[in-house]
């Protein structure tokens, strides 16, 4: 499968823990974004990265960091997690680094669930 | 800030109904809307876009920006359609926002046999 991939799956940890969330983009893809869905919020944009460099920031803790690597995969921090944490992970790639050549067009993995108890 | 408000999180009709998923947005630009889909057990993808004035799976979505509206209408819902959808904004202002979509909380919709 050469679409996004995203690990781990499920992930259950306790109050004040640290995390990390990988994610693998699209072959060819360069631009990779991390949301997060929860029952109330809904899709929160969360941060972007183009070719390995910050592109982008929207509701981001500053509990949560993130990076990209040379290879594009990327990965998403999490620390000092707290019960509100507990959401449903989502990474997305993109060709480019504004959705030029497909607008709009996203292309999601199945996302990654964080249990905080 | 844009903002993106799906009205109803719960919305169900029986199948051969019409079917009408609200949206409305906020934004001091020209807006780029989309909708997209997730299935049961299925990635979020791409459903529809603005721009394009398609058809997809017997779905058309029209923005009204005398309204900021993009609402989404299928004239015949059938049981296939049933999944959550959400409806996202693209921004084209300049910044570290520029290019990154704006989700609606999204709307679940069931259709009934």
């Known amino acids: 499968d050469s679409g996004v991939t995203q690990t781990p799956k499920h992930l259950i940890t306790a109050t004040g823990q640290r995390v990390t969330l990988r994610c693998s983009p699209r072959?060819?893809?360069?631009?990779v974004y991390w949301y997060q869905q929860s029952l109330d919020q809904g899709l929160q944009f969360l941060i972007q990265?183009?070719?390995?460099?910050?592109?982008a920031k929207g509701n981001i803790l500053e509990r949560f960091s993130a990076q990209q690597f040379p290879d594009l995969h990327s990965e998403l921090n999490l620390s000092s997690l707290e019960l509100g944490d507990s959401a449903l992970y989502f990474c997305a790639s993109s060709v480019g680094p504004e959705l030029g050549s497909a607008p709009g067009e996203l292309f999601f993995g199945e996302g990654s669930r964080l249990t905080v108890l | 800030a844009q903002r993106v408000t799906q009205p109803e999180k719960l919305l169900s009709v029986f199948k051969g109904a019409p079917v009408e998923l609200k949206c409305n947005y906020s934004y001091s630009g020209s807006p780029e809307l989309f909708w997209y889909v997730q299935y049961s057990r299925q990635r979020l993808q791409l459903l529809l876009r603005?721009?394009s004035r398609e058809s997809i799976k017997g779905f058309t979505a029209d923005l009204n920006k005398g309204e900021t509206s993009f609402h989404l209408k299928k004239p015949f819902a059938q049981e296939e359609d049933s999944a959550m959808y959400y409806c996202a904004l693209k921004s084209s202002a300049g910044g570290t926002s520029y290019g990154k979509l704006t989700f609606g909380q999204g709307t679940i919709l069931t259709v009934h046999p």
């Open positions: 990265y183009y070719n390995g460099e910050e592109r």
């Open positions: 072959s060819g893809d360069l631009s």
């Open positions: 603005h721009i």
